[in-house]
């Protein structure tokens, strides 16, 4: 649950939304660097498309600050897979991933959910109610597919 607390960042202003009509992809691609996630630029208009092309998408902002986003792929009946959860250094340990997680959550109409996470935020996800897989297989790219990457 999202409150106001003592850090710097004052809660009381963000809102969260499901319309990518208001996003500015430039914005949101500045949000993906500063989280900081992956490691290659994000094309503001590649972003758009994923965006667009997801079934379920979670906006934050700030008092109209772009601040946090993330996203769902999901086939509307059985499977669907949880990407791009990015929260700005500044509101991390908010409370805010998890809210945006459970509202992500509502918008599946599946039970089956699945997603890889970035090392190091395992944590995080089991906080969401995420736990490993013993089967679980993925095909990557070559920078992820690098043991030293540690998703492998
Ligand atoms: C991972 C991320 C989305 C989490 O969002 P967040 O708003 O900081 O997380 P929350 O404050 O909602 O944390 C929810 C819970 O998870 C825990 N948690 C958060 N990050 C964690 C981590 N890396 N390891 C272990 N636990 C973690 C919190 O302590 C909290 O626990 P609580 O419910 O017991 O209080 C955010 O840190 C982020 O954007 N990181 C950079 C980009 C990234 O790596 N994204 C993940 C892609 S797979």
Known sequence: MVAENESSVELSCITFSDCLREVNWEEASTVF??????????????????????????????SGKLVDMGR?????EYQAAIYDMVVLPEYQGKGIGKEMISRIFKKLP????ILYSVPGREGFYM?????????????????MSDQDSGYL
């Open 110 to 113: 599946v039970e089956n959910i």
């Open 33 to 62: 660097e500063l989280a900081p996630l992956g490691r290659q630029k994000r094309e503001p208009e590649k972003l758009k498309r994923a965006f667009e092309a997801s079934y379920a998408v979670i906006v934050v902002y700030d």
């Open 127 to 143: 906080k969401c109610g995420f736990r490993k897989m013993r089967t679980a297989m993925a095909k990557l790219n070559p920078f």
């Open 72 to 76: 769902a792929l999901c086939d509307g």
